[in-house]
């Protein structure tokens, strides 16, 4: 227990002082989370990179028992598949979310690259090859050992990635999970899995020092992905271990809150015709802000409550025979049930309009795909605006105005296109503006307009002139100056 306890504390110690360091440096050099959508809940710029904290709080302890030779160190170097899958692989998920963090990456490469990392942990021996079966024998994967292994391992990383939403959740929700994996270790005599554990829990204590709310600094992707990448792969260890009648059961109930709101997003988008990679408001941790209500910090101390239900749920799992099993099982979805009910998940209100909106959406993408690929074309601003006016029509807005700041003229050029629509009443109009900016200056902006009564936009719609910024900030910095557009949305 003395070595968990130096591997833990050492862990905290370096997390939250690296966190510190890195938190420092980020308000020095402006590497902030900028406001830019309407989905982030913080009101103000915070750095992003604390991630870098969870991973060194994670790899020095470690490094260190195996630089000293101590026991713990030549136990570390006993099982030298495991330990180089962590650090080799722990490494470039962490490197992967680095570089997203700093420079941004389309989801897909981001995906690609998550699934290659998988393919390696595969390769050095951290495999799926059994699925429970409380009313039966065990299910053997044979051939979808693979799959299923690489879907776990992706879908367990997206799934933190997220999970993080609010302040202090991600590292809330996967210490939850550390901690049911160092009690499963520690009552079967795992040393190497419970020395893992402790620095990972660790780590994330140090870190939660700064994050929780209201934050200082978040994790950004370095840190959700190396969490969901960590707990993962060490799961299917301990797993591993258990009996076969609850393997990969507990690993899935003790992450049952990540799961579950992957799965809900997966299913949302899907039957709404949104961007499965696209973020949204729509998550568990917004639900449980806008329907109970709750403030940011209650949500997030009630999610901790389910997480702790969850880990509970899990270990005793992990001790349970078939019909116990069964019983804990009914239990968990029962208060699944509650919560989904509670949330507004299982109201029948939106069902009769969904395919309405899938098809609103899909035509809405199409719409912006084709504006995409058209405005690298764009030789000048009026051309710029000829791409951008058959939106008008898709949005159904009343209005549509593009106000492009040329650098090299000193003036402002605009464009407008405006429409009387059956839909539209005596209200006052809505505008939804998307200001293009160059670090902190604004170089122009992109309005549309509704007079159809709404207070606020759509949150497809909002997605759609999200992405038409952009494009349109890369045509601005390709004609004129080095432009990057940002959204504010105003009555």
């Not at 713990?72 to 080799?88: E, H, I, S, Y």
């Not at 990383?157 to 609010?166: P, R, S």
């Not at 099993?325 to 507004?344: D, E, K, P």
Request: one cysteine or more; aromatic letters at 8%.
């Amino acid at each position: 227990m003395t070595t968990y306890l130096i591997v833990f504390f050492s862990a905290f110690l370096v997390a939250a002082l690296l966190t510190l360091f890195v938190r420092n440096r980020a308000y020095a050099h402006g590497w902030f989370d900028r406001v830019s959508s309407s989905r982030k809940i913080h009101e103000k710029p915070v750095p992003r990179l604390g991630g870098i904290g969870i991973v060194g709080g994670f790899f020095v302890p470690i490094l260190a028992f195996l630089a000293l030779g101590s026991d713990a160190g030549r136990l570390l170097l006993a099982q030298p598949r495991m330990v180089w899958g962590l650090f080799l692989g722990g490494s470039a998920i962490a490197l992967l979310g680095l570089y997203d963090d700093i420079c941004g990456s389309r989801a897909r490469n981001k995906f690609a690259a998550q699934v290659l990392i998988a393919i390696g942990m595969w390769l050095l021996e951290f495999r799926i090859e059994i699925i429970a079966n409380p009313f039966g024998a065990p299910i053997q994967l044979g051939p979808f050992a693979l799959p299923f292994t690489l879907l776990w391992i992706v879908g367990v990383i997206n799934a933190m990635n997220l999970v993080d939403g609010l302040d202090g959740l991600a590292g809330g929700v996967a210490f939850f999970a550390v901690a049911t994996n160092f009690i499963l270790a520690l009552a079967r005599g795992e040393a190497l899995l419970g020395i893992l554990m402790a620095a990972l829990a660790g780590a994330i204590l140090g870190f939660l020092i700064l994050n929780f709310n209201p934050a200082s600094i978040f994790m950004g992707d370095t840190g959700s992905m190396f969490l969901g990448f960590v707990l993962a792969t060490v799961s299917i260890k301990t797993s591993a271990k258990a009996g076969t009648t609850v393997a990969m059961l507990v690993p899935v109930i003790a992450l049952g809150l990540p799961i579950m709101d992957t799965l809900l997003a997966l299913i949302r988008r899907t039957l709404l015709g949104r961007p499965v990679f696209r973020a949204d408001r729509d998550h568990i941790h917004h639900r449980l802000m806008t329907r109970l209500p709750l403030s940011h910090r209650g949500a997030v101390l009630v999610l901790y409550g389910f997480c702790c239900l969850f880990a509970l749920a899990g270990l005793a799992l992990a001790y349970a025979n078939s019909v116990q099993t069964t019983m804990l099982l009914v239990g968990i979805s029962a208060v699944v049930f509650v919560l989904m009910r509670q949330l507004g998940y299982l109201s029948l209100d939106g069902v009769s309009g969904a395919a309405a909106i899938r098809r609103r959406n899909i035509r809405l993408r199409r719409a912006v795909r084709r504006a995409i690929d058209a405005l690298p074309e764009a030789h000048s601003w009026s051309e710029v605006f000829e791409v951008l006016r058959p939106l008008q029509a898709d949005l159904e807005a009343s209005s549509l105005h593009l106000r492009l700041e040329d650098p090299v003229a000193g003036q402002a050029q605009e464009f407008r296109a405006e429409a009387t629509l059956p839909t539209d009443t005596s209200e006052p109009p809505f505008t939804a503006r998307f200001e293009v900016q160059d670090g902190e200056d604004a170089r122009g902006s992109l309005s549309a307009g509704w007079k159809d009564g709404r207070t606020a936009i759509d949150r497809d719609e909002e997605l759609a002139l999200e992405l038409i910024a952009d494009a349109v900030g890369s045509a601005a910095a390709r004609l004129g100056g080095r432009t990057r557009p940002s959204i504010r949305v105003v009555r």
